[in-house]
């Protein structure tokens, strides 16, 4: 089945620094989604982006299918955007997670 | 704005018993599906549902798991004899064709 590979694995910021997360994967898609999991394990949608760009606030997303690699930005991070960010990947069906970024923003 | 709703939100129950998560979809989707996420790690396919049936399945939905669309609206999975490693956080989630998949809150399971 397709690979998913997340990096890094764990990610230390202070408030208000940028940040760059990255998710390989090993086969053509047709779905990549990004969530992100917050404290209470709810799976939060942030973007639906088989290809090209798409920005939601200080959030941003890039992937570049021909590539098989997605980034996801987050600029001016705050306390709340710690947590776990999936890249999960599919066909037109199922999704494969990734082991997901884990995220610690501090004051 | 729509979204997945599942119930219960968290459920205890003995080694052995019967346990049912239920999950109500978003009302236009038609693609259904369960995932489990045990603490700690990824998260991982379960069972995809369509037109009333199974349409695919993973190595781990075996023959204790089972699901059910009742009707027009609940969307059900059943084990039938917990063991403690199923212990772990179950979600639903439903899509339209060819669209992004909206997950539930999630239902954590604790077999003890």
């Known amino acids: 089945g397709i690979q998913v590979e997340q990096s890094p694995p764990d990610l230390i910021l202070q408030e208000g620094a940028n940040s760059t997360l990255r998710c390989n994967f090993s086969d053509s898609v047709n779905n990549l989604q990004w969530f992100h999991q917050n404290p209470w394990g709810q799976l939060i949608n942030l973007f639906y982006i088989p290809s090209g760009t798409k920005q939601n606030g200080r959030l941003s997303a890039t992937t570049v299918a021909t590539e098989r690699y997605s980034l996801l930005y987050i600029s001016s991070s705050q306390t709340t955007d710690s947590g776990v960010y999936f890249c999960a990947v599919g066909g037109y069906s199922t999704l494969t997670f990734g082991k997901g970024t884990m995220l610690l923003v501090s004051p | 704005e729509p979204e997945v709703t599942q119930t219960p939100s968290h459920q205890v129950t003995q080694m052995g018993q019967e346990v049912i998560l239920r999950c109500v979809p978003i009302s236009n989707h038609l693609y259904f599906y369960w995932y489990r996420q045990i603490l700690g790690q990824k998260v991982e396919f379960l069972v995809s549902f369509y037109n009333n049936e199974i349409s695919e399945k993973s190595e781990i939905f075996d023959d204790q798991f089972s699901v059910e669309r009742p009707d027009g609206s609940n969307f059900t999975l059943k084990i039938r004899s917990t063991k403690l490693e199923d212990s772990a956080m179950y979600f639903c989630?439903?899509?339209?064709?060819?669209?992004?998949?909206?997950f539930g809150q999630g239902t954590r399971l604790t077999v003890v």
């Open positions: 989630a439903s899509k339209i064709q060819g669209t992004e998949a909206f």
